[in-house]
């Protein structure tokens, strides 16, 4: 049994809750920790999101143990892993403390705000015992994950051109809306489209170079980008992320991938699922398993400390390239130019 210490209950945190209760078994939530007396106590009827359990619930924590200040977690010899789930600015400084202190650690995406605090998360988990992943729970989405699986076989040939999408609206749920300031969150392209970033770097590699546009709100926050990559092998790969669409928007996510001989579209929000278009036969509709990408993330990386193996699905250092490829294209956005990727 994996004693798991879970570090802000907000959003994301209580999404991560849930994950454990349906893991129950394997690893118990031993302690939460958050700032806020409330939230650490299980009272998150206020808290709202925009994927997966959106809407927060009361709920009854037992013998939970509520913890004010994640220090005191440190040397905590009843807490194996911490599952860091507060806002990005604090991440860097978290996940090397518990690194240092042995804990394994899951730590929410974007890794930092700055390829140099990644930087120093890599040093700290270079020399620590525990595991240690970046939750990029797209990877672990079943879409996604089949997407990569016909990357990887070839079944289609040769793919020809790759559209990523990720659309919102607003994010309104943030405590003390510290999501919409860009110095605590990065905006749009380091919070939201960071998750396609990472996507693409696993299935495809750095890329050559990036070119972006972006539009951004009042306070300079970019809250849209719309992107080009360049690759050697020449498929076009083109991403669009935005947050700035009207409340009452319903998020969504999905891509557009087209092969040699057949096309791959899905929407989580549209009308159809994940479907195969092939010339000469019927769409198709492979069926996908049940769980989402949260459970499927924290499944593997529970498997992972099983084992002591460090995980390969979602390597740290590509969670850093997906910061630092985020970070050129918010330069390429400020000078209207292609910024040559050198991570
Ligand atoms: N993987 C995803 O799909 C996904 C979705 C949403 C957010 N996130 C990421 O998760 C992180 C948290 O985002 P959120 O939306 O849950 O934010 P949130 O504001 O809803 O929750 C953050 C929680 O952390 C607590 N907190 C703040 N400082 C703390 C501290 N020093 N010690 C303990 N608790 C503290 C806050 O009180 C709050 O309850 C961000 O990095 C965000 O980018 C990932």
Redesign the pocket.
């Known amino acids: 049994m994996i004693n798991v210490a879970l570090?802000?209950?907000?959003?994301?945190?209580?999404?991560h809750f849930n994950q454990y209760v349906r893991l129950a078994g394997r690893a118990k939530v031993v302690a939460i920790?958050?700032?806020?007396e409330p939230?650490r106590l299980g009272d998150w009827s206020g808290?709202g999101?925009?994927?997966?359990d959106a809407q927060g619930t009361r709920r009854d924590l037992g013998d939970i143990r509520p913890v004010a200040?994640?220090r005191t977690l440190l040397d905590d010899p009843g807490v194996d892993m911490v599952d860091i789930?507060?806002?990005?600015y604090?991440?860097a400084e978290?996940a090397s403390a518990f690194l240092e202190a042995g804990k394994h650690v899951l730590c929410?995406?974007?890794m930092a705000l700055t390829v140099e605090q990644c930087d120093e998360m890599l040093a700290a988990a270079a020399d620590a015992p525990g595991c240690f992943m970046i939750?990029?729970?797209?990877r672990f989405w079943p879409e996604y994950a089949f997407l990569r699986e016909v990357m990887r076989d070839g079944r289609f040939g040769a793919l020809k051109a790759l559209e990523l999408r990720r659309q919102g609206s607003f994010?309104k749920?943030?405590?003390?809306h510290?999501?919409l300031n860009p110095e605590l969150?990065g905006g749009a392209i380091l919070?939201l489209h960071v998750?396609d970033v990472d996507y693409a770097i696993g299935l495809l590699g750095l890329p050559l170079s990036v070119f972006a546009r972006a539009a951004a709100q009042p306070s300079g926050a970019y809250d849209r980008v719309h992107a080009l990559w360049t690759y050697p092998h020449a498929a076009v790969v083109e991403f669009e992320g935005f947050w700035d669409m009207p409340a009452g928007y319903q998020f969504n996510m999905g891509f557009t991938a087209v092969f040699e001989r057949a096309a791959m579209v899905w929407s989580m929000f549209g009308d159809r699922p994940l479907t195969i278009f092939r010339e000469g036969s019927q769409p198709e509709t492979p069926a996908m398993p049940a769980t989402d990408?949260?459970y499927n993330e924290i499944d593997y990386f529970l498997g992972c400390v099983e084992r002591r193996e460090q995980p390969k699905l979602s390597t740290p250092r590509e969670s850093r390239d997906a910061v630092a490829v985020a970070l050129a294209e918010m330069e390429s956005a400020r000078t209207g130019r292609a910024v040559t990727i050198a991570v």
Request: a negative charge; aromatic letters at 10%.
């Open positions: 570090i802000g209950a907000g959003f994301i945190g209580r999404n920790c958050d700032t806020e939230r808290i999101g925009n994927l997966g200040d994640w789930c507060v806002p990005t604090l991440h978290m929410e995406k974007p939750a990029q729970c797209v994010p749920y943030s405590l003390e510290w999501i969150s919070d998750h990408g949260y």
